[in-house]
């Protein structure tokens, strides 16, 4: 148990589907990432929140949209998806101003487009 | 571009000392860091080098060399449970992660 939490751990939508991911951290971290995990490819970085601002938001997809309504949840709204969007969708957080290098991260959500 | 280039395999034998390196070309170095990951498991955080030199944590040490932009991880006396991927990550300019690929370390016993 990394004090980070995400829900649900696994999904299969259809590409005209709608559907939210949640994560939420109980470490008391003021920033907090989306990445994207792909097979045998590095993490990509989707997301950047620091005190519930965005900092970042690395040429990401539209139908990819991030809410992070206070310092301790984040959500990613998806739509129309590709199947190419298929991947582990993982959340983080770390102390802001502390140490960003030393990231805690959910145990991910497996995402299946159709 | 940036790029970090780690061998994606290694084979070690359980008890023994393994090295996985990473070589790195970013805009910006502010430190690496090394992660675990099991399979189907979120990464976790091991150790963080932001100055040339060796950082020693237990069974794990941890090696920069910022002028070569080279590091290395090394595991001693290797247990079955280090089976796992390790990930190196630099902190760029902007003060975020660029990732490697990850390296998939295999231990026979």
């Known amino acids: 148990e990394t004090g980070v939490t995400q829900t649900p751990r696994h999904l299969v939508m259809g590409m005209t589907n709608k559907k939210s991911l949640k994560c939420e951290q109980h470490?008391?971290?003021?920033?907090m990432y989306w990445y994207k995990q792909s097979a045998k490819k590095p993490l990509e970085l989707m997301f950047v929140?620091?005190?519930?601002?965005?900092?970042e938001n690395n040429s990401v997809p539209s139908r990819f949209s991030p809410e992070c309504p206070n310092s301790s949840h984040l959500f990613l709204h998806l739509h129309t998806l590709q199947p190419e969007d298929s991947a582990l969708y993982l959340c983080?957080?770390?102390?802001?101003?502390?140490?960003?290098?030393?990231?805690?991260f959910g145990p991910g959500t497996r995402l299946t487009v159709t | 571009g940036q790029s970090l280039e780690q061998p994606s395999e290694v084979t070690a034998v359980e008890g023994a000392i393994v090295q996985i390196n990473c070589t790195y070309q970013?805009?910006?170095?502010?430190?690496l860091s090394w992660y675990q990951q099991h399979d189907g498991g979120a990464p976790t955080f091991l150790s963080y080098n932001g100055l040339d030199g060796l950082e020693e944590k237990g069974r794990f040490s941890s090696f920069l060399s910022r002028s070569k932009g080279y590091s290395y991880l090394l595991l001693k006396e290797l247990q079955m449970k280090d089976s796992a991927s390790y990930l190196c990550?630099?902190?760029?300019?902007?003060?975020?992660?660029?990732w490697g690929a990850g390296t998939k370390l295999i231990i026979k016993p």
């Open positions: 990550a630099v902190m760029d300019s902007n003060y975020q992660l660029i």
């Open positions: 470490l008391g971290h003021n920033a």
């Open positions: 970013t805009s910006g170095f502010y430190g």
């Open positions: 983080a957080s770390s102390q802001e101003g502390g140490s960003p290098y030393e990231q805690y």
């Open positions: 929140y620091n005190f519930k601002e965005q900092t």
